[in-house]
Nanobody
Framework: QLQFVESGGGLVQPGGSLRLSCAAS????????VGWFRQAPGKEREWVGC????????KYAEFTRGRFTISRDDAKLMVYLQMNSLKPEDTATYYC???????????????????????WGQGTQVTVSS
C-alpha cells in the first residue's frame, strides 16, 4: 500500500517561501503521477499542481502563477512543492496524492493535465500571516 507523509508546513510571512516535502513509503512511486492539493477552512479541496511519471511534465493551477514549483526524486521516494511569494490566501492544509499511470505518460501531461489521487497523505498546514 502506497502511503505518503507530508512535512515542511508552518507559519510564514507574506512574501516568504516554504518547501513542502512528500515522503512515499510502501512501494516505489516511479509509475505514479503525483499531485499537490490544498484545502482551506470552509472551502473545497483544490488542485495545486502535479508532476508526471519521471518528472518530465509538470502542470499547475492558474493561481500559482509561477510562484510554485513541483519536483520529484524517485530514488529518494520524495516529491517537493517549492512555494515562493506566498500570500495570505495560500493558507491551507496541503496534501500530496498519487495516481497510478499505466501508460507512464498520460497523467499530468497535455493529454490529462490534472490528476485525482488514489493515495493520500495526512496533510501539512501552511499559514501565511504577518
Amino acid at each position: 500500500q502506497l502511503q505518503f507523509v507530508e512535512s515542511g508546513g508552518g507559519l510564514v510571512q507574506p512574501g516568504g517561501s516554504l518547501r513542502l516535502s512528500c515522503a512515499a513509503s510502501g512501494r516505489t512511486v516511479e509509475n505514479y503521477a503525483v499531485g499537490w492539493f490544498r484545502q482551506a477552512p470552509g472551502k473545497e479541496r483544490e488542485w495545486v499542481g502535479c508532476t508526471s511519471v519521471g518528472g518530465g511534465s509538470t502542470k499547475y493551477a492558474e493561481f500559482t502563477r509561477g510562484r510554485f514549483t513541483i519536483s520529484r526524486d524517485d530514488a529518494k521516494l520524495m516529491v517537493y512543492l517549492q512555494m515562493n511569494s506566498l500570500k495570505p490566501e495560500d493558507t491551507a492544509t496541503y496534501y500530496c496524492a498519487a495516481k497510478f499511470d499505466a501508460l507512464r505518460n498520460y497523467y499530468c501531461t497535455d493529454a490529462m493535465p490534472k490528476i485525482e489521487g488514489n493515495y493520500w497523505g495526512q496533510g501539512t498546514q501552511v499559514t501565511v500571516s504577518s
